[in-house]
């Protein structure tokens, strides 16, 4: 079975720093997808960025980048130089068929001035 | 560019009647997925439609079954509403690609309220 575990429940982070919100997945299939979303108290789940379990590299999109570590099974979202409108929720999630994403349960960022 | 768009945006039900959630897909989408998400947890997977069938479901009992339609927009029924049926209903779109690399986009939600 697929699992995506998120530790950290709430995190707070300068304006202007950097930030790391952790993900950790459990499979044995040897493909498969890692996504982060934002989620705003609007209630829109909004794509991040995406990682492949085949991808050599790290993905990257803006401000936001993936420190995947395969051997580990580790998926951290990284968000470099926070903005105020960078507080939301923020979830992990797997697929393995592109079918059904399976999420975590999520790290709540504050961004503080 | 028109997103993935769901209504009602609000909706308050008492236990035991039915509802219908309807979802429009992001432009040139032809996948359709259903998420439930209860207060304070991630999105769990109800169901998805392709090609008007459903492709693979959750872990959800019957009384929740779904329709897509040949122009790509589908519904979420629920019957016999429980209590425990209140949350926020997502739906997400995407194209139907091979390998784990389906991005999904989604709505705002449908916020359902059973009293």
């Known amino acids: 079975a697929q699992k995506i575990t998120q530790t950290q429940p709430g995190m707070f982070v300068q304006e202007k720093e950097a930030v790391t919100l952790d993900c950790t997945y459990d499979?044995?299939?040897?493909?498969?997808?890692l996504f982060w979303y934002k989620q705003p108290s609007s209630g829109e789940m909004i794509f991040l960025i995406y990682?492949?379990?085949?991808?050599?590299q790290n993905a990257t999109e803006g401000r936001y980048s993936l420190n995947f570590q395969k051997a580990r099974k580790s998926a951290n979202l990284v968000i470099s130089a926070s903005q105020l409108g960078d507080s939301a929720m923020y979830f992990c999630?797997?697929?393995?068929?592109?079918?059904?994403?399976?999420f975590g349960k999520g790290t709540s960022l504050l961004v503080t001035p | 560019d028109a997103g993935v768009t769901q209504s009602p945006t609000h909706l308050i039900k008492t236990r035991g009647q039915q509802v219908t959630l309807r979802c429009s897909p992001k432009?040139?989408?032809?996948?359709v997925s259903w998420y439930q998400q209860a207060l304070g947890q991630g999105p769990q997977f109800i169901f998805q439609?392709?090609?008007?069938?459903?492709?693979q479901r959750g872990n959800f009992p019957d009384r929740f079954s779904g329709h897509q339609f040949p122009n790509y927009s589908s519904e979420l029924n629920v019957n016999a509403l429980l209590l425990g049926d209140s949350a926020l209903y997502l739906c997400?779109?995407?194209?139907?690609?091979?390998?784990?690399?389906?991005?999904?986009?989604f709505g705002a939600g449908t916020r359902l309220s059973v009293l």
């Open positions: 997400a779109s995407s194209l139907d690609t091979r390998g784990a690399k389906n991005i999904q986009y």
């Open positions: 499979t044995s299939d040897p493909s498969y997808g």
């Open positions: 990682q492949g379990s085949y991808d050599q």
């Open positions: 999630a797997m697929s393995l068929s592109g079918y059904a994403l399976n």
């Open positions: 432009s040139g989408h032809d996948t």
């Open positions: 439609y392709y090609e008007e069938e459903e492709r």
